[in-house]
């Protein structure tokens, strides 16, 4: 089982991750605006925030994770996967890359981004939307993940929800894109559709009730 899984993670990489992380590191240097420091959180071994700033120097970027890795490519500090180690607004933007399927609870998550942030949050994750959606996230879900031991609760939303836990956290999706083009175009078709999304949202409410 093990053997298969690393194949698996293997030919992942090989297919689909090296592009996904060139992607999604160019939406999120357009998005973040100008000289602003950013909290990466779940940034696992930091190669997203690193080509972030090859792109965009002004930036500061660190990031928080479960586990610290030794090669990452960031400046890491452990947390428990709940509480962010910060102060209140002691970032400009916090960004989330495909981390909030990944927590037991995305509204708690989003509010301590929402605590910790002066500016924004930045988000890529996944929707429930259309025929066989919840079955296709799952599969993708796994094969991106099993091979790397992460925790999987498969914890998608649909639009409906990600709307109540924007108002919830008090935060205000301003650029919301669902075109993103992660794979290549034979693999788009089955994996892409609108299945992803890419959101700056800015903070509109820092108390909860």
Not at 72 to 96: E, I, K, N
Not at 139 to 158: K, S
């Amino acid at each position: 089982m093990n053997r298969a899984r690393s194949s698996l993670g293997s030919t992942h990489g090989k297919l689909v991750h090296s592009r996904r992380v060139r992607v999604l590191a160019g939406h999120f240097a357009e998005l973040i605006p100008e000289g602003h420091s950013v909290l990466d959180v779940g940034c696992g071994d930091g190669l997203v925030g690193r080509l972030i700033l090859d792109r965009r120097p002004d930036l500061n970027i660190a990031g928080v994770d479960l586990l610290v890795r030794p090669a990452a490519q960031l400046v890491v500090t452990p947390f428990d996967g709940r509480r962010l180690p910060f102060p209140d607004g002691s970032w400009d933007t916090v960004l989330f890359c495909d981390v909030l399927h990944h927590t037991e609870n995305p509204v708690d998550m989003l509010q301590e981004a929402v605590r910790v942030a002066r500016g924004c949050v930045v988000i890529k994750d996944h929707v429930v939307r259309g025929l066989f959606a919840r079955p296709t996230l799952r599969l993708m879900d796994f094969v991106g993940n099993a091979p790397h031991g992460v925790v999987l609760p498969y914890n998608f939303f649909t639009p409906t929800q990600w709307n109540q836990a924007f108002v919830a956290s008090g935060l205000k999706p301003v650029d919301m894109r669902t075109r993103i083009q992660l794979y290549p175009r034979w693999a788009n078709v089955l994996f892409g559709r609108s299945l992803h999304f890419v959101a700056r949202c800015d903070i509109v409410r820092r108390s909860f009730p």
